[in-house]
C-alpha cells in the first residue's frame, strides 16, 4: 500500500512540476520589444495577444518566418526577464 502511495504522489509531483506557471510580475510590452523578435521575424500573433498569453500561462510557443525559413520561437517569462529561444520546424 505504502509503494502505490508514493507512487502516485510521486506521478502528481512530476505532473504539477511540468506545468508552466505565470510569471511574479507581468511581462511589459518594452520586455518583449527588447527581445527583437518583432524586428527579425515575421509573426502572425499582435505583440498584444503574446504578452496577454505570457502573462497568463509564462510562456508561449509562435510559429514564425526568417528569410523564408519557417521557425518556432519559444518565449518563456522568467524572473530575470523574458528569455527566447529557437528551432527549426
Do not use: D, H, W
Not at 505583440?47 to 510559429?63: D, I, K, Y
Amino acid at each position: 500500500m505504502k509503494t502505490v502511495l508514493s507512487s502516485v504522489l510521486c506521478l502528481i509531483g512530476l505532473v504539477i512540476s511540468g506545468c508552466s506557471l505565470p510569471p511574479e510580475r507581468p511581462v511589459t510590452k518594452e520586455e518583449l520589444f527588447k527581445s527583437g523578435i518583432y524586428n527579425y521575424y515575421t509573426i502572425k500573433e499582435s505583440p498584444e495577444r503574446v504578452l496577454a498569453e505570457l502573462n497568463r500561462v509564462g510562456e508561449v510557443v509562435l510559429e514564425a518566418q526568417y528569410k523564408n525559413q519557417p521557425i518556432y520561437i519559444k518565449i518563456m517569462a522568467t524572473n530575470k526577464g523574458v528569455q527566447v529561444s529557437y528551432s527549426e520546424r
